[in-house]
C-alpha cells in the first residue's frame, strides 16, 4: 500500500491518504474465495476449507480449521474496510488556515476529571413565557425589581475600579448556576431572571472535527458551562474551512450538522434543537437550552441559490455570505483587493431568498461595499452574529459608525464579540473591553439594537481576561449593572434584542 502523509500542526497525528488497493497474498486470496462462495451462499467455514486445497502444506496449516473462525473474523472487518474505502473515499486534506492552525487542541479534548451530573434548568420564566410573550420585557413579574430611574447607557460609564470586572457570586459558583445565591435585586437575581442569548459559538467545528462532546468537554461553550453561565439560546456556527473543504463544502456541512444533531439529541435534558421564535420560547418553558444553527461563510450554497432552501430545511437559521474570504457570494473584509465589489450576482439572489424563507442574514466578515449590498436589498432585520466596533477599536471586521446606524434603522441588531484583537489595540481585553464595544453600539445604534455573540470555542488568542469561558457570562451583567445601566436595558443587551429580531424574522 502506497501512502501519502502530512502531519497535523495541531494534533502531530499524521493524516494518510491510501492510492492503491491492499495486494493480495496467497492466504488472502483463500480468505476472497471464501468470502465469495459465501456470497453464493455456501457455508463459510466448509468454503474456507475447501480453498485449502489449492494451498501448499504450510499455507493449509495456517488456514486450518482451528483458526477458521478467526480468518473468517479478519476477513468480515477487511471488508467492511474496503467498502468503506470504495464507497466513501478519503476525505481531502487540504491546509489548514490560519485560524485553525492558531487554535489549542489540549483545551478541547475531555475533561480528565470526571464531571458532576447536570441538572435542568430550574423553571424560572415558565410563567412569562407564553407565545405573545413581550421578548423586551422583564421577565420579572415582580413590580419591585423595576430600577425606577437608573441611568441609561447614553450616560457617561462609571470609572472601573479594581475588581469591577470580577463574578458577581462570591461563593465561587457561577451566577447563572441554580446553586447560586440569587437575593433579590443582586446581580445573580438580576441574570438569572434575564433571557441570554448567545448568537455565535464555533463548538460544531471540534464535534466534527476532534470528535468533542457537547455536554462536558473542555472547550469555552460545553453545555455545562453554557448552563452554568445561564445562557438560554445559542447559535451553534456551522463553519466549514475553504481551504480545506472548498471542493467539498456542502458535503462537509451537512457532515457537521448532522454531527451537532446527534450531540443535541444525545443531551435532551439540556438542550433541544429549535428554528423558530415560537419552539424557543416552549424549549425555554420546560427550563432547558434552545440550540439554533447559523453558517459562517456561503461556500456549501455553491452555485445554485436551491441550496438555501435545502440548508433551511436542514434547519440553518442565519447565514453569513462570507467568512474571511471572498467567495462565490460576495466579498469579505479580509483579503484588501475586492473580487466582486460587493455581493456577487448570486449572493444578491441568496439574500433574496432567505428573505422570503425566514432566515437571518448575517452580516459579520461581510466587506463595506457587501454590507451596503444586503442592507439595501434585505426586507427584514439583519445580525451581526459576532462583531465589534470601530468606534471603540478600528478593525477591518468591525462595524463602522455609519453600519451601527444602518442596522439600527433597518431593525436588526449586533452581537458584540469577545475576541480580544478587534476589541483592544493591545490584543489583550477583559470585560470592560466589551462592555465598552457594548456602550458604544447602544449610543450610536440605540439600546434596542445591541447583543452578545461570543465566537467562543472559535478564539485563537486568550479569551478576554473575566470570561474565559460560558460559564462567566453573569461577568457581563455585572459589568453593564456597575456602569449605571438600567434592569430593563441589562435585559435587552442580554438577549432580549436579539429574541425580538427572531421573534420577526424565525416564524
Given at each position: 500500500?502506497?501512502?501519502?502523509?502530512?502531519?497535523?500542526?495541531?494534533?502531530?497525528?499524521?493524516?494518510?491518504?491510501c492510492?492503491?488497493?491492499?495486494?493480495?497474498?496467497?492466504?488472502?486470496?483463500?480468505?476472497?474465495?471464501?468470502l465469495?462462495?459465501?456470497?453464493?451462499?455456501?457455508?463459510?467455514?466448509?468454503?474456507?476449507?475447501?480453498?485449502?486445497?489449492n494451498?501448499?502444506?504450510?499455507?493449509?496449516?495456517?488456514?486450518?480449521k482451528?483458526?477458521?473462525?478467526?480468518?473468517?473474523?479478519?476477513?468480515?472487518?477487511?471488508?467492511?474496510?474496503?467498502?468503506?474505502?470504495?464507497?466513501?473515499?478519503?476525505?481531502?486534506l487540504?491546509?489548514?488556515?490560519?485560524?485553525?492552525?492558531?487554535?489549542?487542541?489540549?483545551?478541547?479534548?475531555?475533561?480528565?476529571?470526571?464531571?458532576?451530573?447536570?441538572?435542568?434548568?430550574?423553571?424560572?420564566?415558565?410563567?412569562?413565557?407564553?407565545?405573545?410573550?413581550?421578548?423586551?420585557?422583564?421577565?420579572s413579574?415582580?413590580?419591585?425589581?423595576?430600577?425606577?430611574?437608573?441611568?441609561?447607557?447614553?450616560?457617561?460609564?462609571?470609572?472601573?475600579?479594581?475588581?469591577?470586572?470580577?463574578?458577581?457570586?462570591?461563593?465561587?459558583?457561577?451566577?447563572?448556576?441554580?446553586?447560586?445565591?440569587?437575593?433579590?435585586?443582586?446581580?445573580?437575581?438580576?441574570?438569572?431572571?434575564?433571557?441570554?442569548?448567545?448568537?455565535?459559538?464555533?463548538?460544531?467545528?471540534?464535534?466534527?472535527?476532534?470528535?468533542?462532546?457537547?455536554?462536558?468537554?473542555?472547550?469555552?461553550?460545553?453545555?455545562?458551562?453554557?448552563?452554568?453561565?445561564?445562557?438560554?439560546?445559542?447559535?451553534?456556527?456551522?463553519?466549514?474551512?475553504?481551504?480545506?473543504?472548498?471542493?467539498?463544502?456542502?458535503?462537509?456541512?451537512?457532515?457537521?450538522?448532522?454531527?451537532?444533531?446527534?450531540?443535541?439529541?444525545?443531551?435532551?435534558?439540556?438542550?433541544e434543537?429549535?428554528?423558530?421564535?415560537?419552539?424557543?420560547?416552549?424549549?425555554l418553558?420546560?427550563?432547558?437550552?434552545?440550540?439554533?444553527?447559523?453558517?459562517?461563510?456561503?461556500?456549501?450554497?455553491?452555485?445554485?441559490?436551491?441550496?438555501?432552501?435545502?440548508?433551511?430545511?436542514?434547519?440553518?437559521?442565519?447565514?453569513?455570505?462570507?467568512?474571511?474570504?471572498?467567495?462565490?457570494?460576495?466579498?469579505?473584509?479580509?483579503?484588501?483587493?475586492?473580487?466582486?465589489?460587493?455581493?456577487?450576482?448570486?449572493?444578491?439572489?441568496?439574500?433574496?431568498?432567505?428573505?422570503?424563507l425566514?432566515?437571518?442574514?448575517?452580516?459579520?466578515h461581510?466587506?463595506?461595499?457587501?454590507?451596503?449590498?444586503?442592507?439595501?436589498?434585505?426586507?427584514?432585520?439583519?445580525?451581526?452574529?459576532?462583531?465589534?466596533?470601530?468606534?471603540?477599536?478600528?478593525?477591518?471586521?468591525n462595524?463602522?459608525?455609519?453600519?451601527?446606524?444602518?442596522?439600527?434603522?433597518?431593525?436588526?441588531?449586533?452581537?458584540?464579540?469577545?475576541?480580544?484583537?478587534?476589541?483592544?489595540?493591545?490584543?489583550?481585553?477583559?470585560?470592560?473591553?466589551?462592555?465598552k464595544?457594548?456602550?458604544?453600539?447602544?449610543?450610536?445604534?440605540?439600546?434596542?439594537?445591541?447583543?452578545?455573540?461570543?465566537?467562543?470555542?472559535?478564539?485563537?488568542?486568550?479569551?478576554?481576561t473575566?470570561?474565559?469561558?460560558?460559564?462567566?457570562?453573569?461577568?457581563?451583567?455585572?459589568?453593564?449593572?456597575?456602569?449605571?445601566?438600567?434592569?430593563?436595558?441589562?435585559?435587552?443587551?442580554?438577549?432580549?434584542?436579539?429574541?425580538?429580531?427572531?421573534?420577526?424574522?424565525?416564524?
Amino acid at each position: 500500500m502506497r501512502v501519502s502523509g502530512s502531519t497535523s500542526p495541531i494534533s502531530g497525528h499524521t493524516h494518510c491518504r491510501c492510492y492503491s488497493r491492499y495486494s493480495a497474498t496467497p492466504a488472502l486470496r483463500s480468505i476472497s474465495m471464501a468470502l465469495k462462495n459465501s456470497a453464493g451462499k455456501t457455508p463459510i467455514s466448509s468454503a474456507a476449507n475447501r480453498t485449502c486445497q489449492n494451498l501448499d502444506p504450510q499455507e493449509a496449516i495456517m488456514a486450518s480449521k482451528p483458526i477458521t473462525m478467526l480468518v473468517v473474523g479478519l476477513a468480515c472487518l477487511g471488508g467492511a474496510a474496503a467498502l468503506r474505502y470504495q464507497t466513501q473515499g478519503p476525505r481531502e486534506l487540504e491546509p489548514r488556515d490560519q485560524k485553525t492552525e492558531q487554535m489549542i487542541e489540549a483545551a478541547m479534548q475531555p475533561s480528565p476529571t470526571p464531571q458532576p451530573a447536570i441538572s435542568v434548568f430550574p423553571p424560572r420564566r415558565q410563567a412569562s413565557l407564553s407565545p405573545n410573550a413581550n421578548p423586551n420585557a422583564s421577565p420579572s413579574a415582580n413590580p419591585s425589581a423595576s430600577p425606577g430611574g437608573s441611568p441609561s447607557p447614553g450616560t457617561s460609564p462609571s470609572p472601573l475600579g479594581a475588581g469591577a470586572s470580577a463574578s458577581p457570586s462570591a461563593s465561587g459558583t457561577p451566577s447563572g448556576s441554580p446553586a447560586a445565591s440569587a437575593s433579590a435585586g443582586s446581580v445573580a437575581d438580576l441574570h438569572q431572571r434575564a433571557i441570554v442569548v448567545d448568537t455565535h459559538v464555533e463548538t460544531p467545528f471540534w464535534i466534527s472535527e476532534k470528535g468533542v462532546k457537547l455536554r462536558n468537554f473542555n472547550g469555552q461553550s460545553s453545555l455545562d458551562k453554557l448552563k452554568a453561565g445561564g445562557v438560554d439560546v445559542v447559535f451553534f456556527s456551522i463553519y466549514v474551512n475553504p481551504a480545506r473543504y472548498g471542493k467539498t463544502a456542502k458535503r462537509q456541512a451537512e457532515f457537521i450538522i448532522s454531527a451537532l444533531k446527534r450531540e443535541i439529541a444525545s443531551n435532551q435534558d439540556l438542550i433541544e434543537l429549535a428554528t423558530s421564535h415560537a419552539e424557543i420560547q416552549a424549549i425555554l418553558a420546560k427550563g432547558k437550552m434552545a440550540g439554533l444553527m447559523g453558517m459562517e461563510g456561503g461556500e456549501a450554497i455553491e452555485s445554485s441559490v436551491t441550496n438555501v432552501d435545502h440548508f433551511y430545511k436542514l434547519g440553518v437559521r442565519y447565514l453569513g455570505p462570507t467568512w474571511s474570504v471572498h467567495n462565490q457570494l460576495g466579498d469579505s473584509s479580509g483579503p484588501k483587493v475586492p473580487r466582486w465589489k460587493g455581493l456577487s450576482p448570486l449572493g444578491k439572489q441568496v439574500i433574496q431568498r432567505m428573505n422570503q424563507l425566514g432566515m437571518l442574514i448575517d452580516v459579520s466578515h461581510l466587506s463595506d461595499p457587501s454590507f451596503q449590498d444586503v442592507l439595501k436589498l434585505s426586507t427584514q432585520p439583519v445580525i451581526a452574529s459576532h462583531s465589534g466596533v470601530d468606534g471603540v477599536h478600528v478593525s477591518p471586521r468591525n462595524l463602522s459608525n455609519d453600519m451601527l446606524k444602518l442596522i439600527s434603522v433597518n431593525g436588526g441588531a449586533v452581537g458584540i464579540l469577545f475576541y480580544p484583537p478587534f476589541l483592544e489595540a493591545s490584543g489583550k481585553a477583559d470585560v470592560a473591553s466589551v462592555a465598552k464595544h457594548i456602550h458604544h453600539a447602544a449610543r450610536v445604534a440605540g439600546i434596542d439594537h445591541v447583543g452578545l455573540g461570543s465566537d467562543f470555542d472559535g478564539l485563537d488568542t486568550p479569551p478576554p481576561t473575566g470570561l474565559k469561558d460560558a460559564s462567566q457570562f453573569p461577568a457581563i451583567t455585572a459589568e453593564l449593572k456597575q456602569r449605571g445601566y438600567s434592569e430593563s436595558d441589562i435585559f435587552k443587551v442580554l438577549g432580549g434584542n436579539f429574541m425580538r429580531v427572531f421573534k420577526q424574522v424565525l416564524k
